[in-house]
Nanobody
Framework: QVQLAESGGGSVQAGGSLRLSCAASGYSSSAECVGWFRQAPGKEREGIAVISRSGGITNYAEFVKGRFTISRDNAKNTVYLQMNSLQPDDTAVYYC???????????????????????WGQGTQVTVSS
């Protein structure tokens, strides 16, 4: 059974940093595409970043470019989201999602919906105070 588990969330002050981890288990091989999403209270879920299996292709939402970095370590079956210069607007529950059948390239899968088809973790809370 495929499972994704996010960790690394917490509370930080504006300008601080956090690194989220998404550990995958149950895949016979590394997931083709892994994405990070977030959902703030009263708002719709939004995509943050996506990474290909090799890690060679990444895409980011405009609002995190230059602040967040997605990376992966396939030997550890883990994808990371390094978040710098955090702001109160970044407060949300952060989720990772993965698929081995993107139906195209990873970016297409990533933007296909606010909740693309695949496996999802339970989320980790990030709270940024001013």
């Amino acid at each position: 059974q495929v499972q994704l588990a996010e960790s690394g969330g917490g509370s930080v002050q504006a300008g601080g940093s956090l690194r989220l981890s998404c550990a995958a288990s149950g895949y016979s091989s590394s997931a083709e595409c892994v994405g990070w999403f977030r959902q703030a209270p009263g708002k719709e879920r939004e995509g943050i970043a996506v990474i290909s299996r090799s890690g060679g292709i990444t895409n980011y939402a405009e609002f995190v470019k230059g602040r967040f970095t997605i990376s992966r370590d396939n030997a550890k079956n883990t994808v990371y989201l390094q978040m710098n210069s955090l702001q109160p607007d970044d407060t949300a529950v952060y989720y990772c999602a993965a698929t081995i059948f993107p139906g195209g390239d990873c970016y297409t899968w990533f933007v296909s919906s606010r909740r693309p088809t695949g496996n999802w973790g339970q989320g980790t809370q990030v709270t940024v105070s001013s």
